[in-house]
Nanobody, 125 residues
Framework: QVQLVESGGGLVQAGGSLRLSCAAS????????MGWFRQAPGKEREFVAG?????????SYGDSVKGRFTISRDNAKNTAYLRMNSLKPEDTAVYYC?????????????????WGQGTQVTVSS
C-alpha cells in the first residue's frame, strides 16, 4: 500500500533552518505531484509548497513562505524535501506531505490522493 513518511521536524530557534523529508513507497513516485501542507493548532490546513512532475522545476509556494522555503524532489530516492530557512514562530505547525496523481501540484488539499502522518515543527522566539 502507499505510504508517505515525513521526517526532519523538531524544535528550532527563530531564524534557524530545517529540512523536512517525505519518503514515499507503494506508488510510482516520479508520476505524482507532491505537496507540503501545514496545520497549526486552531487553524485551518494551509498550503505550503508544491512540486510537479510533468515539468521539471515547476514549483509553487504559499505567500507566507515564498523566498524562505524551497521544495525539491529526488525521484531516484522516492523522496520529496522541504528546505525551510529563516524560520519564524508563526511557522510552528504539523507539516504534512501529500501526493497527487496529477502532472501538476495544487494548492487544494482535496486534490491530493495520499497523505503522510505529519511531523511537528516548533519555532521558538
Amino acid at each position: 500500500q502507499v505510504q508517505l513518511v515525513e521526517s526532519g521536524g523538531g524544535l528550532v530557534q527563530a531564524g534557524g533552518s530545517l529540512r523536512l523529508s517525505c519518503a514515499a513507497s507503494g506508488l510510482t513516485f516520479s508520476t505524482y505531484a507532491m505537496g507540503w501542507f501545514r496545520q497549526a493548532p486552531g487553524k485551518e490546513r494551509e498550503f505550503v509548497a508544491g512540486i510537479s512532475w510533468f515539468t521539471v522545476g515547476s514549483t509553487s509556494y504559499g505567500d507566507s513562505v515564498k523566498g524562505r522555503f524551497t521544495i525539491s524532489r529526488d525521484n531516484a530516492k522516492n523522496t520529496a524535501y522541504l528546505r525551510m530557512n529563516s524560520l519564524k514562530p508563526e511557522d510552528t505547525a504539523v507539516y504534512y506531505c501529500a501526493a497527487a496523481r496529477k502532472p501538476y501540484s495544487s494548492t487544494y488539499g482535496a486534490d491530493y490522493d495520499y497523505w503522510g502522518q505529519g511531523t511537528q515543527v516548533t519555532v521558538s522566539s
